[in-house]
């Protein structure tokens, strides 16, 4: 399969090679160098993940619970320190 280089240094992998490998966004390639042959190797495999995987990540220890509708932006900005010359 060809592809180009970019102005950059950036090739793109053909897809099927991407799928038979499992190379997703986020995957760690090892590329080396053997006389004019580069060779590479797929070392990090990354899980894609969705917004709901991280379901529960972040929790709120203030005493009763907060809705979005509960934050006045425009108060808070009112409060906060005015550090502008």
Do not use: Y
Request: contains cysteine.
């Amino acid at each position: 399969m060809l592809t180009t280089v970019s102005d950059k240094g950036q090739v793109v992998i053909p897809v099927e090679i991407r799928r038979r490998l499992g190379i997703t966004p986020g995957c760690q390639l090892d590329f080396s160098l053997e006389g004019h042959v580069i060779h590479v190797e797929v070392k990090r495999q990354v899980t894609q993940t969705t917004a709901e995987d991280g379901f529960g990540m972040l929790v709120c220890t203030r005493p009763g619970k907060r809705r979005l509708a509960d934050f006045d932006v425009a108060l808070a900005m009112r409060e906060s320190k005015d550090d502008r010359p």
